[in-house]
């Protein structure tokens, strides 16, 4: 069972310490093992961790969410922190070359800061997922989320390099989690590219679950239509969600609306925010 969840990274800090906040995501799970979801951009993860739960040594695992920055440019950081061999757990498209297509003739690159060998010589020990699968007894994991055909981002300056290619980023490295705490089952989003209600649908499809605890991340609604974040508000609902804490991506306009609409349902996960289970 994991038991607790400490908010590492975020764009915002909840408690009066001196840490960091950055544009990015990290969360340490903590219960029969310690995981590491995502690791932020890599300014604060490091200096979070020590300050708030002590020694990254202990860290059994860590799970990436997709091949951006802002989820694992604080991958190598805390590898050569953590000094020995350690499962790192993504989708393997997410080293797939990743760019923000800023204007027709500029573009930068958002991808994960070195290749895969780079990662491997400081310690990691990589494992692909594909679809729902099972991480440990208390943790699964979603990727290669199912869309409507047609489908692309709601934010269309996202590409990444395909087959040769530069297209639309098709995100099937975004990674989503199932965790198994006492209060119930709880989702984790890293920044829900792929949907945030196809995310929840298909967890429960494969999990079976009929309501989650908590829905806790990013969920990357700030460009969607209103008629999407409508969805996403009905799916808290639908699934009977009692602890909604989207944060990070998914911008202030929308966070708003959704601390609007569940009140004391709401939660905002910024760093240093620990949620009890």
Not at 209 to 216: D, G, P, R, S, T
Request: charged content about 20%; aromatic content about 8%; glycine content about 10%.
């Amino acid at each position: 069972m994991i038991k607790r969840l400490t908010v590492i990274c975020e764009n915002s800090v909840y408690v009066p310490l001196p840490l960091i906040g950055e544009h990015g995501l990290s969360f340490l799970l903590e219960g029969d093992e310690t995981t590491l979801f995502d690791t932020g951009q890599g300014l604060g993860v490091v200096h979070n961790l020590k300050l708030l739960r002590g020694n990254i040594s202990s860290i059994d695992r860590i799970i990436i969410s997709h091949g951006h920055y802002d989820h694992t440019g604080g991958l190598m950081p805390v590898l050569k922190e953590h000094g020995g061999k350690i499962p790192v757990f993504l989708h393997p498209s997410a080293f797939n070359d990743k760019f923000a297509q800023r204007t027709p003739d500029m573009s930068v690159k958002i991808g994960m800061g070195y290749v895969r060998e780079e990662y491997e010589n400081a310690g990691a020990v990589f494992t692909g997922l594909s679809g729902y699968s099972k991480i440990s007894g208390c943790i699964h994991a979603l990727c290669e989320v199912k869309r409507h055909e047609g489908w692309v981002a709601w934010d269309s300056m996202l590409k990444a390099e395909v087959d040769g290619a530069v297209r639309n980023d098709p995100f099937n490295d975004d990674l989503s989690l199932l965790i198994e705490t006492s209060s119930g089952p709880v989702v984790l989003l890293g920044c829900a590219h792929a949907g945030m209600v196809e995310i929840l649908d298909q967890i429960a499809e494969a999990s079976g679950c009929k309501e989650f605890y908590a829905v806790i991340g990013g969920t990357h609604l700030g460009s969607a239509p209103d008629d999407y974040v409508k969805r996403a508000m009905d799916a808290m609902d639908r699934y009977n969600v009692q602890v909604v804490a989207v944060s990070h991506c998914t911008g202030f306009r929308v966070a708003c609306a959704f601390a609007a609409r569940f009140g004391e349902r709401f939660v905002n996960a910024s760093v240093g925010r620990v949620f009890e289970f």
